[in-house]
């Protein structure tokens, strides 16, 4: 199979550095802690590399890759979630590539992007069951975020909560993604999520970070937001 050079993983990083913005890549690594192998190249200019290579052999890419900047891994992440491949091989990809994952960044992007998910939900909800217990704090961002973007529906709100109420790890990324996940439950849910703030098990940080979203969000009425005040603590 013919491979075009410009979808090779040494072109892609040379191309992505010939795109290296300075002042921008000062501003992006201000919003992604602890990562110091930030180049600066704007997210749009990477998506539209990402698609190119999706749409040619990019099972080679993902093969062949060492990645060793964060738009590399970013690279990586939006190829998988834009192959048209049976859903066996994006799993497979997945699997190899959660494990590297590192920043909210490119976690939430990879999520997001795996917009396959809405034709397999129950194939992706199995597989993504043994991110709950893991160590590795990035993994259950994994699972917590894929579910945000693609599980919010009334037939998973009960088994959502519960896992959400039973994951207990310390990194902050943990918390917050659950806080925003059960605030966006909120918004679409609230009858059914109001019941559960009332009487659940999350840790105290946790839960007091989802009362703050949800009295932060825009599409949370000042009615709904003082009723979250004067009864929730």
């Known amino acids: 199979m013919m491979i075009d050079p410009i979808n090779k993983p040494e072109h892609i990083r040379k191309e992505l550095l010939s795109m290296a913005e300075p002042e921008y890549q000062k501003f992006a690594s201000s ?35 060492s990645p060793k900047y964060f738009e590399e891994f970013m690279v990586k992440a939006l190829v998988i979630g834009n192959m048209k491949d049976d859903i066996e091989v994006l799993l497979e990809q997945a699997a190899l590539f959660i494990p590297e994952i590192n920043n909210w960044s490119v976690c939430d992007s990879f999520c997001s992007e795996f917009k396959i998910v809405r034709k397999h939900k129950e194939r992706v909800w199995d597989f993504l069951q043994k991110y709950w217990q893991s160590d590795k704090p990035y993994e259950i961002r994994v699972a917590v975020v894929m579910f945000l973007f693609h599980f919010m529906e009334q037939n998973y709100l009960e088994k959502l909560f519960s896992i959400f109420e039973q994951i207990k790890n310390e990194n902050y990324y943990v918390k917050m993604a659950i806080a925003w996940a059960v605030s966006i439950c909120f918004v679409n849910f609230p009858k059914e999520t109001m019941a559960f703030l009332r009487d659940n098990h999350m840790d105290d940080e946790t839960y007091h970070k989802t009362l703050q979203k949800i009295r932060k969000s825009l599409r949370v009425d000042r009615e709904t937001k003082e009723t979250i005040i004067l009864t929730l603590r």
Not at 39 to 63: F, S
């Open 31 to 65: 919003l992604i802690p602890n990562c110091d192998n930030l180049i600066g190249v704007r997210i749009p200019k990477i998506r539209k590399i990402a698609k190119r290579i999706a749409r040619n052999c990019p099972i080679y890419y993902l093969d062949n890759v």
